[in-house]
């Protein structure tokens, strides 16, 4: 497949959780967590997803994979999984799949969960944990513990542990055991919900930079979910800022962070620690709380914290349009305002 071909391919998505009351549990209304998503992620980079909690990334992500329902929308995945390994790759849309062509889709697609403590079965080895998707897609039996054993020698960990426990482990070499059981079966994409977030500052780096080198082995596609704005710059080829369930904005790192587009993405950039005690930067604190997704402001979500918004934005909803140079952005005055930016030092050990 071409690079700049997208290996999925997003299209008005929408995750609308139904809200009930009474002993009938009827239905007084919908948690709009997805609320009509557009984008691509191209083949072979990484995606950095970023946004205040409860935006709905994390169920954005989980919904591409199909782990949560669609309420409407497509999600186009490019596979030859559905036609044999010599044929040409065809687009399918995975929210329309049965169960029996979902399952051949999952050998390309894996996660890596937030938490390494509650992702992994406490009551199950390391062998039967990364051996599980082996087992489940039909690897053959005989080759199962040589396949664990290289597995658990790519992430850096002795293959002797293997016959050991998940509590038997520390915090990081629990996450490269979830990484070594979501490339085993070498997937073309991964969506990776806050990998890092849970571990100590100094084990971060090393899971960053270990699946790096696993993006490179293996032609690896990420979907980096994280609250950590360092991360996604060191990490991310391109960064789409989420609120209140829409895209704000997409941009390469650089020019996201230097100049942002979005008075959103001007607040989350606004908010990061700098590590330098002498230096003063000025800060845009955003006014309120999020909004309820059960019943969104009309028009621009953002427009009752926005102190740029005027009238079009409490009346029409902004779409996410071109803004030059491959960035996309979803506000009615992005021509007209200027924004402040914030660059990291691509450390991001020095912002975490």
Same mark, same amino acid.
């Given at each position: ?11 008005? #998505?929408? /995750? *609308?959780?139904?809200?009930?009351? &009474?002993?009938?549990? !009827?239905?007084?209304?919908?948690? @709009?967590? =997805? ?98 998707? #082996?087992? /489940? *897609?039909?690897?053959?039996?005989? &080759?199962?513990?040589? !396949?664990?054993?290289?597995?658990? @020698?790519? =992430? ?197």
């Amino acid at each position: 497949m071409n690079q700049s071909q997208p290996l999925m391919a997003i299209t008005d #998505l929408k /995750v *609308h959780f139904p809200v009930t009351k &009474g002993l009938l549990r !009827r239905t007084i209304g919908h948690v @709009k967590a =997805v609320d009509g998503v557009s984008f691509d992620i191209l083949q072979g980079e990484t995606l950095g997803l970023v946004g205040e909690s409860g935006c709905g990334k994390t169920t954005l992500g989980r919904a591409l994979l199909k782990l949560v329902p669609v309420t409407d929308g497509h999600v186009m995945y490019r596979t030859n999984s559905l036609s044999g390994d010599k044929a040409e790759p065809r687009s399918v849309d995975i929210v329309e799949l049965n169960e029996k062509d979902m399952k051949k889709i999952r050998r390309d697609i894996a996660a890596i969960f937030q938490d390494p403590f509650s992702s992994l079965n406490p009551r199950m080895t390391i062998a039967d944990i990364i051996g599980e998707p #082996l087992r /489940v *897609h039909g690897y053959p039996k005989d &080759g199962r513990r040589d !396949r664990i054993a290289d597995l658990l @020698k790519t =992430v850096g960990l002795n293959p002797s542990a293997m016959k050991r426990y998940p509590v038997e482990f520390s915090g990081g070499q629990r996450q490269r055991i979830g990484i070594a059981r979501a490339v085993a079966l070498q997937p073309s994409f991964i969506m990776c919900d806050e990998p890092s977030s849970a571990l100590d500052v100094s084990v971060q780096a090393q899971v960053l930079n270990l699946m790096a080198d696993l993006q490179e082995k293996f032609q690896l596609t990420y979907l980096l979910i994280s609250h950590n704005l360092a991360v996604v710059e060191y990490l991310g080829h391109r960064i789409a800022v989420m609120y209140l369930g829409r895209i704000v904005e997409l941009s390469e790192p650089k020019a996201l962070y230097i100049q942002p587009l979005h008075p959103y993405t001007e607040a989350l950039l606004s908010s990061i620690p700098f590590p330098d005690p002498e230096a003063r930067r000025k800060k845009e604190p955003l006014p309120g709380g999020v909004p309820s997704p059960i019943n969104p402001p009309p028009g621009c979500h953002f427009h009752p914290r926005c102190k740029y918004a005027q009238q079009i934005c409490q009346q029409e909803t902004p779409v996410l349009q071109e803004a030059g140079d491959g960035r996309l952005v979803a506000c009615h005055r992005w021509q007209e305002i200027e924004l402040t930016g914030f660059s990291f030092m691509r450390n991001p050990l020095s912002n975490t």
